[in-house]
């Protein structure tokens, strides 16, 4: 998140980021989250706001048709493999796009790879099955975790490579990662830069847009600094409560007694005349699921300014209607909403990724995600990730956090192999919020794709 100044109180930035390049290898595992039988339909490519058919041909090098289909396709895969794997847990070994497009099953048996190809896919034989793979990396997340902390701290990320059938740490350039004695392997990742243009503007706040949060109030004369993060994506619970899912680090009270600190739709000449649109109602950083994400209660001054609709944009951009959930699948185009990057796209370069997330209080959180090309910047966090128009997942972290924009990322991070952003998958972030409701909100919840005439 950045820095924002204004009178009265200085803006700090919750600077959750990666620690280093994550690693971004072409990987495949089913997530906890129950699939939808089959992927939503995206809109037709001419309903995608101008804005984000520019980031998509700029970013992507594609077309809207091409961006639509590709992200169908991955949704499709997706499917596939999952069945492929409930019925041959020790044959299958992994799935992705291709550069291509072209999806592609990677399996342990000619047999299985006679089935995959007559189903119309290609194949690819592997060594290892993803189950021993993903036991072995439970395996060293464990050995990891036993390590002492200044030898621990030096490893950056682990990601499972299914292309080459092993597991890949990334380990920082430093005395204790040389300690180590294990290689680091940097992808060679695409930059994206910011779009800076676009077709008619909602002025109202939505997904993308700013918020800003504090410990206590607006109006305590102790307040010295407000936390700033971007909206994702709006929700309804079974009861009908408005809802916001954004970030988990952005909750100012996280992991206090009381979550429940106001979100502020900021007016920067006078932060303490900002107007309150809800507050945090749940909220979550690492922990046995390695998720990071948080619930905002959206009020009723929220809701009659049409803030619970389901749409969600750039900064100062058009805007885009979701029309369901999707699974991160590698190789699937991404593209995301952010207010300070604005609309930027990319590739899942992995589906499953575990880091270290540092924030402004110097603590270190062990999250897992998928990870993505998509450049992200300081105040990013909390914004939405979408694949087609499918909500995807929620922007937790990123390598080029400190950066001022995308072309400086660019160039500071090219010798890292470029920037890297983490996201955080949005179905399992919505089986976790039903579970952990008790039945009050957030029960029921479900990503809002239709619009609330109410």
């Known amino acids: 998140m950045r820095k924002l100044a204004a009178r009265r109180a200085t803006v700090r930035a919750v600077t959750t980021a990666i620690a280093s390049t994550v690693l971004l290898s072409p990987v495949f595992v089913s997530g906890a989250a129950q699939a939808d039988p089959a992927p939503a339909a995206d809109?037709?490519?001419?309903?995608?706001?101008?804005?984000?058919?520019?980031?998509?041909?700029?970013?992507?090098?594609?077309?809207?048709?091409?961006?639509?289909?590709?992200?169908?396709?991955?949704?499709?895969?997706?499917?596939?493999?999952?069945?492929?794997?409930?019925?041959?847990?020790?044959?299958?070994?992994?799935?992705?796009?291709?550069?291509?497009?072209?999806?592609?099953?990677?399996?342990?048996?000619?047999?299985?790879?006679?089935?995959?190809?007559?189903?119309?896919?290609?194949?690819?034989?592997?060594?290892?099955?993803?189950?021993?793979?993903?036991?072995?990396?439970?395996?060293?997340?464990?050995?990891?975790?036993?390590?002492p902390r200044e030898i621990s701290s030096a490893i950056n990320s682990v990601a499972i490579d299914f292309l080459n059938s092993q597991i890949v740490l990334q380990v920082a350039n430093t005395p204790a990662g040389h300690l180590l004695n294990l290689p680091t392997l940097i992808a060679n990742v695409k930059v994206v830069l910011s779009p800076n243009s676009g077709g008619p503007i909602e002025h109202k706040p939505m997904a993308g847009d700013t918020y800003i949060s504090t410990k206590t109030s607006l109006d305590d004369p102790s307040l010295t600094s407000v936390d700033v993060c971007s909206f994702g994506f709006n929700a309804v619970d079974g009861a009908g409560n408005a809802l916001n899912i954004s970030a988990g680090h952005c909750d100012p009270n996280l992991g206090s007694g009381d979550q429940a600190a106001g979100v502020y739709v900021p007016n920067v000449r006078d932060l303490k005349s900002s107007v309150q649109v809800g507050n945090f109602v749940q909220a979550k950083l690492g922990g046995r699921t390695g998720l990071d994400y948080s619930v905002i209660q959206l009020n009723d001054r929220a809701v009659r300014a049409g803030m619970d609709q389901p749409r969600m944009r750039g900064a100062n951009g058009t805007t885009l209607t979701i029309t369901g959930t999707a699974d991160p699948v590698v190789g699937a185009p991404i593209c995301k909403s952010g207010q300070s990057s604005t609309f930027t796209c990319g590739f899942v370069v992995a589906d499953r990724v575990e880091t270290e997330l540092y924030t402004s209080e110097g603590d270190t959180k062990t999250v897992r995600g998928f990870a993505s090309t998509a450049c992200t910047l300081g105040g990013d966090s909390g914004g939405a990730i979408v694949s087609g128009t499918m909500a995807l997942g929620i922007t937790s972290g990123s390598n080029a956090a400190d950066a001022p924009n995308c072309r400086e990322a660019n160039i500071d991070l090219a010798q890292y192999g470029g920037t890297a952003s983490l996201g955080i998958p949005i179905r399992a972030i919505l089986d976790d919020i039903d579970a952990n409701s008790g039945g009050g909100v957030g029960s029921g919840i479900s990503v809002r794709t239709s619009p609330n005439l109410g």
């Open 43 to 147: 809109a037709p490519a001419d309903q995608l706001p101008p804005e984000l058919v520019q980031a998509v041909g700029r970013d992507l090098k594609m077309t809207a048709a091409e961006y639509l289909d590709r992200a169908t396709r991955a949704q499709q895969l997706r499917d596939y493999a999952r069945e492929f794997r409930s019925e041959r847990p020790d044959e299958f070994a992994g799935a992705w796009l291709n550069p291509d497009g072209k999806p592609v099953m990677a399996v342990t048996s000619l047999d299985a790879a006679r089935i995959a190809a007559s189903d119309g896919y290609q194949t690819r034989l592997a060594p290892i099955s993803a189950d021993n793979l993903e036991g072995s990396l439970d395996q060293l997340t464990s050995w990891i975790g036993g390590l």
